[in-house]
């Protein structure tokens, strides 16, 4: 259960983040926007281990999903090609 339950907090991290940040090149689609939110909770907790806010076998909840999800989302927006073409 733990596996889908990460799945399913990333996908709703994801969603959230990419409503919060928009952009024309951000990723797009069901499945790298589930990838985006899970990235974002490994992220959040890896990050909240390391300044002492997580125990070792603490994962972050949805709150830290989202923001670690905006942090890849600002990383990808400055090394994504910028689609140059006029609209």
Do not use: S
């Amino acid at each position: 259960m733990g596996i889908l339950w990460t799945i399913i907090i990333g996908f709703v991290a994801g969603v959230i983040a990419k409503f919060i940040h928009p952009g024309p090149n951000e990723p797009q689609g069901f499945i790298v926007t589930t990838l985006l939110g899970i990235a974002g909770a490994f992220v959040a907790t890896y990050l909240g281990q390391k300044l002492g806010w997580y125990q070792a076998n603490e994962g972050a909840g949805l709150i830290g999903a989202v923001v670690g999800a905006l942090v890849v989302l600002v990383i990808w927006g400055m090394f994504a090609p910028r689609d140059t073409r006029p609209v």
